[in-house]
């Protein structure tokens, strides 16, 4: 691929990962089916599940649990329990990286431009599968939620990500492929790549990405 030569307008470009570097729905996908399967409730197919991803576990809990039943506090903290220990022992031996992933990255690294991931998968999971996948290499900082933390689209994350890697939101580029990653963009005033090849579940509102692409095989416009 000869594109990376023409990426020299940003400083630092930062990731989300669910559904942008990494197609992460199914392992979660078997967590909460089996999570849900212990308190009796009927599973979700994937395509349910994946609509569920991008604002945290928490989220993705709670919005499974009303999918299949009551909601009660006992029965949310039940599951998420169990969703968290069998994610956390068995994150990725279903998730892929989606083609092309790995060649734009060890161009854009070769151009020496830091690479980080923000996302809102918890920090544990997200430092072992990229550990696993052996995506560790390419980025300086690899960011996920941590208890009691903001998370995305409150801009702290993001903030943190690109202070840690030295950079400013000014000259930073961050690539998504949820609303919650454009919005997370827009609160903290930087540039906006959406990739549509993810977990997009929604439209778009508010400032628009400033370039969307659905390969990461293709040439990026800037």
Not at 13 to 21: A, K, P, S
Not at 67 to 73: F, K, L, N
């Amino acid at each position: 691929m000869q594109y990376a030569h023409r990426m020299t307008k940003f400083e630092t470009i930062i990731f989300d990962l669910d559904g942008t570097l990494i197609h992460s729905a199914p392992d979660m996908h078997a967590a909460v089916n089996t999570a849900l399967s212990e308190i009796g409730r009927a599973p979700l197919d994937l395509p349910t599940i994946t609509s569920f991803v991008g604002n945290g576990v928490e989220n993705l809990v709670a919005k499974s649990v009303a999918a299949t039943g009551d909601t009660d506090e006992d029965t949310m903290h039940k599951v998420l329990k169990r969703v968290r220990g069998i994610y956390d022992a068995d994150p990725c031996s279903r998730t892929t990286i989606y083609p092309g992933v790995e060649e734009r990255l060890a161009e854009l690294q070769a151009l020496n431009i830091p690479l980080g991931i923000c996302t809102n998968k918890p920090n544990g999971p997200a430092q072992s599968i990229c550990g696993a996948l052996k995506l560790e290499p390419y980025f300086d900082v690899i960011a996920g939620a941590e208890d009691g933390m903001a998370k995305k689209p409150d801009p702290a994350p993001l903030f943190d990500v690109i202070k840690r890697m030295g950079g400013t939101p000014a000259s930073t580029l961050y690539v998504g492929d949820s609303t919650v990653d454009q919005q997370t963009a827009q609160n903290a005033d930087v540039a906006f790549a959406l990739f549509t090849g993810g977990y997009l579940n929604a439209p778009l509102a508010g400032t628009p990405p400033l370039f969307t692409f659905d390969d990461w095989k293709t040439e990026w416009p800037v």
